[in-house]
């Protein structure tokens, strides 16, 4: 009895050669450290022991650097003058391990959240004049 697999192999971009030809079905572990950061596509070409192909196409992205983070500049904002930016850039290190310090990108506190503590403690004095000149204190 002879087994009936199809043969896929699989190209990156516009490469015409396959990183891989594998024999399904079949787990791969598809390495994206050796892949530059950006946009990719993996191009899956099956072939199926009576000669029938079949094509599936995957968009994908990788990021495997530094992740950088900028505040007070976004994409395509208009601005004019002297502009103050945070930057920031840090890994996610090794996957076995996870290290608190530097983990997290320091951000700015937005303008609502002083607006509401601004609102809270007005309003808190408010209620403390009026309920002390009722003489309730």
Same mark, same amino acid.
């Given at each position: !009895?002879? *087994? =009936?697999?199809?043969? &896929? ?15 399904? +079905?079949?787990?791969?572990?598809? =390495? ?10 993996? *191009? #899956?070409?099956?072939?199926? !022991?009576?000669?029938?192909?079949? #094509? ?27 502009? +103050?930016? !945070?930057?920031?850039?840090?890994? *996610? ?12 990108? +320091?951000?700015? &506190? ?28």
């Amino acid at each position: !009895m002879t *087994k =009936d697999h199809s043969k &896929v192999f699989l190209f990156l971009d516009d490469e015409k050669q396959p990183i891989a030809e594998l024999e399904t +079905p079949i787990v791969f572990n598809f =390495d994206t450290n050796k892949i530059p950061d950006g946009e990719h596509i993996l *191009k #899956i070409v099956s072939k199926s !022991m009576t000669g029938r192909e079949g #094509i599936r196409l995957i968009n994908f992205q990788v990021k495997n650097g530094p992740t950088i983070s900028v505040e007070g500049l976004s994409e395509n904002d208009i601005v004019e003058g002297s502009l +103050p930016l !945070m930057i920031n850039a840090y890994d *996610k290190g090794l996957p076995k391990s996870f290290v608190i310090e530097g983990s997290e990108t +320091p951000q700015t &506190v937005p303008v609502w959240v002083w607006v509401m503590i601004m609102i809270i403690l007005a309003w808190s004095a408010y209620y403390l004049i009026t309920e002390y000149s009722n003489g309730i204190f």
